[in-house]
T-cell receptor, first 113, second 113 residues
Framework: KQEVTQIPAALSVPEGENLVLNCSFTDSAIYNLQWFRQDPGKGLTSLLLIQSSQREQTSGRLNASLDKSSGRSTLYIAASQPGDSATYLCAGITTSGTYKYIFGTGTRLKVLA | ETGVTQSPTHLIKTRGQQVTLRCSSQ?????VSWYQQALGQGPQFIFQ???????GRGNFPPRFSGLQFPNYSSELNVNALELDDSALYLC????????????FGPGTRLTVT
């Protein structure tokens, strides 16, 4: 059974810091790995999608990497800003019978001004 | 903007009642998945519909059911509502050519009292 774990569960940092959010999954047979942002009471905003054949993706200050062999993904946020405060979710896309997302429980990030 | 819409945005129901949530996706997106996100948790896969038939189901009881229509809209129905059904319900659609890339709607917040 695929399980996704995110560490840390919560993080509070001063503005300007570079930070790393971690995601691990138990089954290396994931197809894609995707990172989402969720603001309180809102839906999901897709940040980065790492497809099966890729090892990393970059968008602005965000960089996500994927290592299937170790079952890990990291999201790197450079020069954090108060507007980055949100919950960050990673999700592995499994193909056991049907394509579906297995989500972690998220990392709640607070960037202090 | 994912092109996936959901209605209503918020809904309050009483325990024991029935509820229908709606999702509309883009043309060509013939696969739709529904997820339940309880407070403080990551979304959990409920089920998936492909070409108007259920194509996979998570660990949810039969009182959770769905429909998918030819016009790329779909419904999630929940009977005999329980307090624990209070959650954010997300639908996600994918194109026939890329079933592994799902686009999420903004969600419906259901409160059961």
């Amino acid at each position: 059974k695929q399980e996704v774990t995110q560490i840390p569960a919560a993080l509070s940092v001063p503005e300007g810091e570079n930070l790393v959010l971690n995601c691990s999954f138990t089954d290396s047979a994931i197809y894609n790995l995707q990172w989402f942002r969720q603001d309180p009471g809102k839906g999901l905003t897709s940040l980065l999608l790492i497809q099966s054949s890729q090892r990393e993706q970059t968008s602005g200050r965000l960089n996500a990497s994927l290592d299937k062999s170790s079952g890990r993904s990291t999201l790197y946020i450079a020069a954090s800003q108060p507007g980055d405060s949100a919950t960050y979710l990673c999700a592995g896309i499994t193909t056991s019978g049907t394509y579906k997302y297995i989500f972690g429980t998220g990392t709640r990030l607070k960037v202090l001004a | 903007e994912t092109g996936v819409t959901q209605s209503p945005t918020h809904l309050i129901k009483t325990r024991g009642q029935q509820v229908t949530l709606r999702c509309s996706s883009q043309s060509g997106h013939n696969t739709v998945s529904w997820y339940q996100q309880a407070l403080g948790q990551g979304p959990q896969f409920i089920f998936q519909y492909y070409r108007e038939e259920e194509n996979g189901r998570g660990n949810f009881p039969p009182r959770f059911s769905g429909l998918q229509f030819p016009n790329y809209s779909s419904e999630l129905n929940v009977n005999a509502l329980e307090l624990d059904d209070s959650a954010l319900y997300l639908c996600a659609s994918s194109h026939r050519d890329k079933p592994y890339e799902q686009y999420f709607g903004p969600g419906t917040r259901l409160t059961v009292t």
